[in-house]
């Protein structure tokens, strides 16, 4: 069903990547075919640009609207800042995927995000700030 495969993004996501945070509502509140989620200290942009060359295609910012680089209207209608909105991406499912290429998207991204934050001089101050 979509909603566990969408479930299991979430949660699969959030366990593996630090600082990731779902924008919208959990449950059955939120559309099952659309995820969208904030990875901080890194750009929207660079994810997907590293994502496609992988085979997998990502969108950035929400599903209302595509705004290129600037700030994403809806996220920060809901309350996210400049950097969430930036870093976000929206994932759309259907019932023909399965757990293994949501697994396989969740490593590509964390590897990816791993690379790109540590060019990240926003990261560096945080994680500075955590040890």
């Known amino acids: 069903e979509l909603r566990k495969l969408s479930d299991y993004l979430i949660e699969k996501m959030e366990a593996t990547i630090t600082h990731v945070e779902l924008n919208g509502p959990r449950g059955a509140k939120r559309a099952p075919h659309n995820v969208n989620l904030s990875i901080d200290y890194i750009e ?12 997998i295609t990502v969108a950035t910012g929400s599903a209302c609207a595509s705004q290129g680089l600037q700030a994403n209207y809806v ?14 991406m929206k994932f759309t499912l259907s019932r ?5 290429e949501i697994d396989r998207v969740v ?25």
């Open 44 to 55: 929207g942009e660079a994810i997907t640009m590293m994502l496609d060359i992988q085979g």
């Open 75 to 88: 996220l920060m209608a809901i309350g996210k800042n400049h950097v969430q909105s930036h870093g976000s």
């Open 96 to 100: 023909y995927n399965t757990t293994e």
């Open 107 to 131: 490593q590509s991204l964390a590897e990816i995000t791993t690379e790109l934050r540590k060019r990240s001089p926003l990261y560096e101050a945080i994680s500075a700030k955590e040890k």
